[in-house]
């Protein structure tokens, strides 16, 4: 594992060598959603990267602790309760499920640890009175806030000027604060609102105070990577490093990695301008590798420019990934030596298989290197593009012998698997007509009630079993069956050079939505 992951920290405004405090360990904090909506793609976008992010430091070898935490009480969602009439705790219940369902469709990996702030209470009131009896924090009538005067390199990770920031935001002091960018650790509660016991009142915690205190427990202080969207650092990272740094007097987190926002048609995403996607709606029309392929392509710093032509296009490259793979395995698994003179074969042997062995390894490499580079997905994509290509064309004329199987299954594994890395899964089942029958079988036993590929594959059957009855007197009532009568008759009509005969078997299961390929390596049925 000597390799050399360099990634961007947004803490010293360059790229340097990933060095983890623990050989072979990373300790790793993201910023969860605050639950009182859906969410949105931005969320999501962020989501992806940092999962993609933790996929890559798994499969270099690294042990990832990822904690990420849930924002389960915050003024959002005790606005959203009161609009709709609810409890805050309902409404949290709610949205938490729907994230983790939301992430879970989008082949995000479960965080080692998710804590919820309302769980974690006590080790925030630890926190803030760590803060107060250090002279950090100051009480004012049952609120607390945390004096950024006291600690001096607030603004390093942002970069902002702080007596700039102060006279900027002298208009709107408030009286209580001793310092116009002071903010709140802790807050009395309003009647009504949730609320816990205590040493300033019967309150809650400030947003910032939950994630210095659930990454010192889960993680200790310091860790090494703390990342979340660009917009939250500042105030919110900002806020955390002082928080966190004023009581436990060492490094917060060493690494600090941010993911660029996501816009739509190059606007921001704003509900009061009709540009407003959840994931979930999104993911209604769009398969999720398809949206993951496409975020991909974009380098997770930079902002990323949803729209709908891009998804397209997205989807139509996933498709294309997905029906090379299926092409190999089909070509790998149906294998029959191509007809050539001896020596030929030899020769397209060779050089096929050291090819396509050779490209397989050039993307390999060249998807570490990429990757290695501060996570670049787009490179990592290309490479895994360009072995697709190689793939496609290597079995073009069929397969020449057993080595050069060989290396056509290794070029299809090393494409599944490096997508893997991505979190992008495809099946690479090979799609024929005998695929059929399973499903068949499955709607003897559901009774019709399938969806609509279901009821087509119904249709499909019953037809194919109809035409063999007809054309070749077939007696039985399997669809497969149906199939291979109809391709061996039609194989024994070309043979006898009955072409009238052969044509009629394609055009017959033409017909019935199922087309003949006839492929150098042997013939097989595919959908419409
Ligand atoms: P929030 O629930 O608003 O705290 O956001 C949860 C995560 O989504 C944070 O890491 C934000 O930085 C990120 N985020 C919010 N809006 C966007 C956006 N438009 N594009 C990308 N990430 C976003
Ligand atoms: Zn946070």
Redesign the pocket.
């Known amino acids: 594992m000597a390799r050399a992951i360099r990634l961007y920290n947004t803490l010293t405004r360059r790229k340097e060598k990933f060095v983890p405090l623990k050989e072979g360990k990373v300790s790793f904090y993201l910023?969860?959603?605050?639950v009182y909506n859906h969410?949105?793609i931005?969320?999501a976008?962020?989501?992806l990267s940092f999962d993609v992010i933790r996929r890559y430091l798994e499969y270099a070898g690294y042990e990832v602790t990822f904690v990420q935490n849930i924002?389960d009480v915050d003024d959002k969602i005790i606005n959203r309760a009161n609009e709709e009439g609810r409890t805050a705790v309902e409404v949290a219940a709610e949205y938490s499920e729907a994230f983790v369902e939301g992430m879970h469709a989008l082949g995000v990996l479960d965080p080692t640890i998710r804590p919820r702030a309302t769980e974690e209470i006590p080790a925030m009131i630890e926190l803030i009175s760590c803060l107060v009896e250090g002279g950090h924090a100051y009480e004012v009538e049952g609120d607390v806030y945390f004096s950024v005067r006291s600690f001096s390199p607030y603004g390093r990770l942002s970069g902002r000027d702080i007596e700039q920031m102060r006279s900027g935001a002298r208009v709107e002091v408030d009286p209580r604060k001793r310092d116009a960018l002071d903010f709140a650790l802790w807050k009395k509660a309003k009647p009504g609102e949730p609320s816990w016991e205590s040493p300033w009142s019967v309150g809650r915690p400030g947003w910032h105070s939950e994630c210095s205190a659930m990454s010192a427990r889960y993680l200790g202080n310091p860790f090494d990577i703390h990342a979340?969207?660009?917009?939250?650092i500042f105030p919110h990272h900002e806020n955390e490093i002082a928080q966190a740094e004023s009581c436990y007097h060492v490094t917060f987190a060493n690494y600090w990695l941010h993911?660029?926002?996501?816009?739509i048609d190059h606007e921001k995403?704003a509900k009061s301008e009709g540009n407003f996607l959840l994931l979930k709606d999104v993911l209604t029309y769009v398969r999720p590798f398809a949206l993951r392929l496409l975020m991909l392509q974009t380098h997770y710093r930079s902002p990323f420019d949803y729209s709908a032509e891009r998804l397209q296009e997205a989807t139509a490259a996933f498709e294309r990934i997905e029906s090379a793979l299926r092409n190999l395995s089909w070509t790998i698994e149906s294998y029959a030596v191509v007809e050539t003179a001896p020596n030929e074969i030899g020769d397209k042997s060779v050089s096929w298989t050291a090819d396509l062995l050779q490209r397989a390894e050039n993307t390999r490499e060249r998807f570490i290197n990429s990757m290695d580079d501060d996570f670049n997905t787009a490179g990592a994509v290309a490479a895994i593009f360009e072995l697709v290509t190689a793939g496609n064309a290597s079995v073009k004329d069929g397969i020449f012998g057993e080595a050069h199987r060989r290396a056509v299954i290794e070029a299809r594994d090393t494409i599944a698997g490096l997508l893997n890395v991505l979190g992008v899964t495809v099946d690479a089942e090979p799609e024929n007509g005998l695929n059929l029958s399973e499903e068949v079988e499955d709607l003897k036993d559901t009774g019709n009630a399938g969806d609509a590929r279901d009821a087509n594959d119904a249709l499909a059957a019953k037809a194919v079993v109809e035409l063999a009855a007809s054309l070749v007197g077939y007696l039985g009532e399997s669809p497969v069956e149906a199939i291979e009568f109809l391709l061996a008759a039609r194989d024994e009509a070309r043979a006898e050079k009955d072409w009238a005969r052969a044509d009629a078997m394609r055009d017959g299961l033409n017909e019935v939505g199922l087309v003949i390929e006839d492929t150098a390596s042997g013939t097989r049925i595919v959908r419409k």
């Open positions: 910023c969860g959603p605050t969410i949105h931005g969320n976008r962020t989501f924002t979340g969207g660009d917009d939250l993911g660029g926002m996501l816009t995403m």
